[in-house]
């Protein structure tokens, strides 16, 4: 069942403590989108029988803020890209949810909702332009985490900084898009290379931000190789990386339910030892 966005978005947001649930987001491209090929649009959403709300379609891209309490705020940012195959958004799942949990850690968290369906060039311009628009914000720390197509696409936020994806609009577009660290948790689309080599447009190299990947062996949907190959391109550039590869955890599965669900404890400490 479709659903109008306001409806679903209070309906999947849950008030903590530790996250205060700012209620507008921000219009990513107020003025032209690059690329568009719709007018902006609300984007068209539903709830599945599994408990997750769904983006099937982003015309308009924007940013949901999620922010730790006074007590709790560090002054990073880190922007959260859900995943869904560059299809679909598994937007409560792979977003809100994660966003309340960085926000619990004192991170500002802002929820990326980039273009879908089948449009990655869009995508990254959203990213990109995501990453200027928090830096733009005050942040002088912006991160990076995504689930699946969403790991796909902070990966190449992360290896494609230097090689802008859009024409500069405005004073937000002068400012860096190389983010400062990233999170790939059970990443897709990493090894499109031949014979599973790494994806050819990533380019890694010693300048690549510090990188954080969580797969699992049996993950058999999109992503088992990829956390593989990007880790050794990491290691081969001379790129900071942390791996962690479990035999079982599958994929999908968010801050839900599974083996899987060692990640969250594995970040935090992770995010501790950068500067």
Request: aromatic residues 8%; glycine residues 8%; contains cysteine.
């Given at each position: 069942?479709?659903?109008?966005?306001?409806?679903?978005?209070?309906?999947?947001?849950?008030?903590?403590?530790?996250?205060?649930?700012?209620?507008?987001?921000?219009?990513?491209?107020?003025?032209?989108?690059?690329?568009?090929?719709?007018?902006?649009?609300?984007?068209?959403?539903?709830?599945?029988?599994?408990?997750?709300?769904?983006?099937?379609?982003?015309?308009?891209?924007?940013?949901?803020?999620?922010?730790?309490?006074?007590?709790?705020?560090?002054?990073?940012?880190?922007?959260?890209?859900?995943g869904g195959a560059y299809n679909?958004?598994?937007?409560?799942?792979?977003?809100?949810?994660?966003?309340?949990?960085?926000?619990?850690?004192?991170?500002?968290?802002?929820?990326?909702a980039y273009r879908v369906p089948k449009n990655r060039l869009?995508?990254?311009?959203?990213?990109?332009?995501?990453?200027?628009?928090?830096?733009?914000?005050?942040?002088?720390?912006?991160?990076?985490?995504?689930?699946?197509?969403?790991?796909?696409?902070?990966?190449?936020?992360?290896?494609?900084?230097?090689?802008?994806?859009?024409?500069?609009?405005?004073?937000?577009?002068?400012?860096?898009?190389?983010?400062?660290?990233?999170?790939?948790?059970?990443?897709?689309?990493?090894?499109?290379?031949?014979?599973?080599?790494?994806?050819?447009?990533?380019?890694?190299?010693?300048?690549?931000?510090?990188?954080?990947?969580?797969?699992?062996?049996?993950?058999?949907?999109?992503?088992?190789?990829?956390?593989?190959?990007?880790?050794?391109?990491?290691?081969?550039?001379?790129?900071?990386?942390?791996?962690?590869?479990?035999?079982?955890?599958?994929?999908?599965?968010?801050?839900?339910?599974?083996?899987?669900?060692?990640?969250?404890?594995?970040?935090?400490?992770?995010?501790?030892?950068?500067?």
């Open positions: 069942m479709k659903r109008p966005l306001f409806a679903a978005l209070v309906a999947c947001t849950i008030m903590t403590a530790q996250a205060q649930y700012v209620n507008k987001p921000i219009d990513l491209w107020p003025k032209d989108i690059p690329d568009a090929k719709e007018a902006k649009a609300a984007p068209v959403t539903q709830m599945g029988k599994d408990k997750v709300l769904r983006f099937d379609k982003v015309t308009c891209p924007t940013l949901e803020i999620f922010e730790p309490t006074a007590e709790a705020k560090n002054g990073k940012a880190v922007i959260v890209c859900p679909i958004l598994a937007y409560d799942k792979e977003g809100q949810e994660v966003a309340k949990w960085l926000a619990g850690q004192g991170y500002t968290a802002y929820v990326l869009g995508a990254l311009q959203d990213a990109q332009r995501a990453i200027r628009t928090v830096r733009h914000r005050g942040f002088q720390k912006v991160g990076i985490i995504g689930f699946s197509a969403g790991a796909s696409l902070s990966c190449r936020a992360a290896t494609l900084w230097h090689a802008p994806a859009y024409e500069p609009q405005d004073e937000i577009d002068r400012l860096s898009c190389r983010p400062d660290f990233g999170m790939l948790i059970y990443p897709a689309y990493l090894d499109e290379g031949p014979e599973h080599t790494l994806t050819p447009e990533l380019l890694v190299s010693s300048e690549t931000p510090p990188l954080f990947v969580f797969g699992t062996e049996d993950d058999k949907s999109y992503s088992g190789p990829s956390s593989l190959t990007i880790a050794d391109a990491m290691q081969r550039a001379g790129a900071p990386i942390e791996l962690h590869y479990l035999t079982k955890g599958g994929h999908g599965y968010g801050m839900r339910t599974g083996a899987g669900l060692i990640w969250p404890p594995l970040a935090e400490q992770w995010l501790k030892t950068l500067k």
